[in-house]
């Protein structure tokens, strides 16, 4: 067995057996050692072979995975823009990979999270009709279309229909899931973000725990930490924008043009909050 071989060997075993203890730190030495020994292949090279191919998207896959359930974006990145050549270049050459769909969908989930859209449109172009009948992408492409129609409540009845797979793809759902949670958290607080611009649209004031109920927050210091945060967040983005404050237990909007927004603020706030729901139950 050749050095690749046997780091690769090394590392699946650390990822299989490892990775939930505190051996990070040796998945990350053996990725370490298999990234200087892929610079030594000119994948440029059209004679590059088979096998050198394979073993190489393998590395590139299992440290993807990796990255992925240690919420390590950056380097999820660096090992995506590596292994795209092989998802959609090299498909005449290799067969495809087990774990191309559950990587693609995480990076698609990266995407809508990070809100570039035109880049997830891009890649859907890319991808192949029948690949987008896979559950796991699947799942995104109608949790990108459920977005921007500004109603998710359909979200929860396309989960409902997962645990009715088969054993099999629930495990493999599962382990997607545990990838992509954070994701789901992000996109759950911009639902969260949107929800709190309309609350202010359409009302003056609303008691503490009612905040807390339509923000599906659990308790007062939850609410008022999201307070501190939406305050910051709306200076950031409008350097007169009024912040929101607590008096008597009740959350004071200040908002003198709401009346102006009242049809269409309500709406989006019914469905923003059917799509908070939905991604609540997800996580």
């Not at 759950?188 to 609303?206: D, F, V």
């Amino acid at each position: 067995m050749d050095q690749f071989n046997l780091y690769l060997s090394q590392l699946q075993e650390a990822y299989n057996t490892n990775f939930k203890s505190t051996k990070f730190d040796t998945c990350l030495s053996i990725i370490d050692n298999l990234k200087d020994l892929t610079a030594n292949y000119n994948l440029s090279n059209p004679n590059v072979d088979k096998e050198s191919l394979l073993k190489i998207r393998s590395f590139l896959e299992i440290a993807s995975l990796i990255f992925l359930q240690s919420n390590d974006t950056e380097n999820f990145k660096c090992m995506y823009s590596q292994l795209q050549p092989f998802y959609f270049d090299l498909t005449h050459i290799l067969p495809k990979s087990d774990n191309m769909n559950t990587i693609l969908s995480m990076w698609m989930l990266h995407l809508l999270s990070d809100n570039k859209i035109g880049d997830l449109y891009m890649l859907l172009e890319k991808i192949p009709k029948d690949l987008k009948q896979d559950d796991k992408i699947a799942f995104v492409i109608n949790l990108e279309r459920l977005m921007m129609e500004g109603n998710l409540h359909q979200l929860l009845e396309l989960d409902t229909q997962d645990e009715t797979s088969s054993p099999s793809h629930m495990a493999t759902r599962a382990s997607t899931d545990r990838c992509g949670s954070e994701y789901y958290k992000i996109i759950a607080s911009t639902a969260r973000n949107k929800i709190a611009s309309s609350i202010e649209l359409c009302y003056r004031h609303l008691s503490l725990d009612y905040v807390s109920n339509l923000l599906k927050l659990k308790n007062r210091n939850e609410t008022l930490d999201f307070i501190s945060y939406y305050n910051q967040y709306k200076l950031q983005n409008d350097a007169e924008s009024v912040p929101w404050k607590v008096v008597d237990n009740y959350v004071m909007f200040q908002n003198e043009v709401g009346a102006k927004h009242k049809i269409p603020s309500r709406e989006l706030l019914s469905n923003s909050l059917e799509y908070l729901n939905d991604l609540e139950k997800i996580i």
